[in-house]
């Protein structure tokens, strides 16, 4: 990924949900990009996420301290961290988005960090997902990802190739330049 182009994003706000798939390791990199590269970056993780990628590693990469759950009394803004977090954000982007993420966003769920600030966003929002081939290819996940598609929500559409369980299909998280690309021309049609 280009980390290049210094303040191209300077002065934008990425809101990073990161939930439960091996892919989460990814993330790192992303948030670590967009951070060199100007933008303050907010990462909120879900429970499963956390057995992944530690929140230490994302708050070194973005210098924020990274919400893990929806209980947290010591936030200093006298908003809850749901509201709080995507007050003053350009771009919400779920990478990598777990088939049990999208199910729960795509039904309007509330019971994480992810989804409860999602619930209260009403900006783009982009969502990669990555999982196994058999998952993805699975009806529920499919119809799922069109009711995100019906509300304009952006899918960085899976890659093909090696997964993590061994197998070799459509379902790999897409290339994280692609991810970038697809930020880039979110945060650029949100300027003013
Ligand atoms: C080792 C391991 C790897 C997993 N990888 C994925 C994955 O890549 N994609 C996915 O959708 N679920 C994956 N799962 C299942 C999710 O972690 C599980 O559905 C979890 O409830 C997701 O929670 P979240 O959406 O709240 O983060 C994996 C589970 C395990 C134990």
Known sequence: MNDDPQGQYEGRRIILG???????????????????????????????????????????????????GIWNADNKSGRPDHIDSGWEGD?????????????RYSHGFGDDIVCLTLLAWDGPVLVAPAM???????????????????????????????LA???????????LDEIDQLVFELLGATQS
């Open 91 to 103: 771009l919400f982007v779920v990478a990598p988005a777990s088939a049990d993420f999208i199910a």
């Open 165 to 175: 369980c061994g197998s070799h299909g459509p379902g790999r998280l897409a290339d």
């Open 18 to 68: 990161v939930t439960g798939g091996i892919a989460a390791y990814k993330a790192a990199e992303l948030a670590s990009s967009w951070t060199q590269r100007g933008a303050e970056v907010r990462v909120l993780m879900t429970p499963a996420a956390t057995r992944f990628v530690t929140p230490l590693t994302f708050e070194s990469v973005t210098r924020q301290p990274v919400v893990q």
């Open 132 to 162: 196994n081939d058999k998952m993805w290819a699975n009806d529920a996940v499919q119809q799922n990802v069109e009711t995100l598609r019906g509300r304009r929500v952006t899918i960085a559409e899976p890659g093909v190739g090696h």
